[in-house]
């Protein structure tokens, strides 16, 4: 079946520019988790969707970072008056029921976004 | 919060040779450890993973290891081949919430042929 896809694949602005990133995650797939991987580190946690609600946005580094889920499967991720630190792979996971005992989160490919 | 460590954080062997990454974690609620596989231009990939309630788990070629009282837990490749040549990464995580995975800063694995 479809894996998590994320668009687009890479990502080129400018500083000061607004971004939104994609992602579809697998078909009923209650939960949706927003990562973000810089060069040579792991994946570090953004926030995280319980259907469409932000059932954890602890991780967003600051008020420029939004995300919506409105209809509990697409979610984007916003990003407002970008700066060259925001620079990374962006990666978006989904989990079918991530109450149980067995939470494996799938990951898309990772959007890469560049700010200049 | 949690926090995750993880060596080394390079490690090249010979194909056929073992590889053992290790991992320890700060935080004794957490309960499930994933494993990740990254090949470049990838999204990770699970490979194996392992609950509290379980010390030891095996599939095929790749074991995990589990010291709940240590909090470290450790990934075995055996036999190892250059297509296992990837960065991975381990992951603590409360399963029961549902939450966010923490993860290490990744190894990079090299098989050399």
């Known amino acids: 079946g479809a894996g998590v896809s994320q668009t687009p694949s890479n990502k080129v602005t400018e500083k000061g520019k607004y971004v939104e990133l994609r992602c579809d995650p697998i078909?009923?797939?209650?939960?949706l988790y927003w990562y973000r991987q810089s060069l040579g580190q792991g994946p570090e946690f953004l926030i995280y969707?319980?259907?469409?609600?932000?059932?954890?946005d602890s991780g967003l580094p600051n008020d420029r970072f939004f995300a919506v889920r409105p209809e509990g499967s697409v979610s984007t991720l916003k990003i407002q008056r970008t700066e060259r630190g925001d620079s990374a792979v962006y990666l978006c996971?989904?989990?079918?029921?991530?109450?149980?005992?067995?939470?494996?989160?799938?990951f898309g490919p990772g959007t890469r976004l560049t700010v200049l | 919060g949690e926090n995750v460590e993880q060596h080394p954080s390079t490690l090249s062997v010979q194909e056929g040779d073992s590889a053992v990454i290790k991992c320890t974690y700060s935080d004794s609620a957490s309960n499930y450890f994933p494993w990740y596989k990254q090949e470049l231009g990838k999204g990770p990939q699970l490979i194996i993973d392992i609950r509290s309630n379980v010390g030891e788990k095996k599939d095929q070629r790749i074991a995990v290891t589990l010291n709940k009282t240590a909090k470290h837990f450790s990934l075995h490749i055996t036999e190892t081949q250059p297509e296992d040549s990837a960065v991975y990464f381990c992951?603590?995580?409360?399963?029961?919430?549902?939450?966010?995975?923490?993860f290490g800063p990744g190894t990079r694995l090299s098989v050399l042929p």
């Open positions: 992951a603590a995580s409360h399963s029961d919430y549902g939450q966010n995975f923490v």
């Open positions: 969707f319980q259907g469409t609600g932000a059932a954890d």
């Open positions: 078909s009923g797939h209650t939960a």
């Open positions: 996971a989904s989990s079918l029921n991530p109450g149980s005992s067995y939470n494996e989160q799938f």
